[in-house]
């Protein structure tokens, strides 16, 4: 039994209009992810600040962008290396923020205030507090705009 021939080119117009169809439905026209309103402050944006340790005097200069969708929060710093370079996390409505640093997944907070439209500061312990030393020295990222 022969399979009857498709005269290819008889469709071949509806056949591009209907791809050209789906295409188009499947990409929409810019209905991609939609950002939510920022919970808390809008601190989306460039930053300038610099990263130290509150037991040393050397501090580093750096730039940072941050992008906020509803209560999440991503920052990326333009450190060269090791920690404070990424983040991601969350921010409550008051600005209080809780973000993991993605060199080392260690916990960072805005434990020197919550954020602001102008201020970001976040910092993570570099030893937990202890019985002997119940406030010991932290690394920070502190931006402002």
Known sequence: MKCPEFPAGRYAGLLAVLVVAALA???????GHKRSPP?????TGRWNGEYFRTDRSSRTALTATIRQDGDA???NTSKAEGRARSFTGTMDE???MSLTDAYDGQHWTSEYGPA???RVVIGDYVERPSMEDPDPASYVLSLQR
């Open 39 to 43: 919970v808390g402050p809008n601190i």
């Open 73 to 75: 929060i991503w920052i």
């Open 116 to 118: 602001t439209t102008n």
């Open 25 to 31: 439905l499947g990409c929409g026209s810019g209905s």
């Open 94 to 96: 008051d600005g209080e």
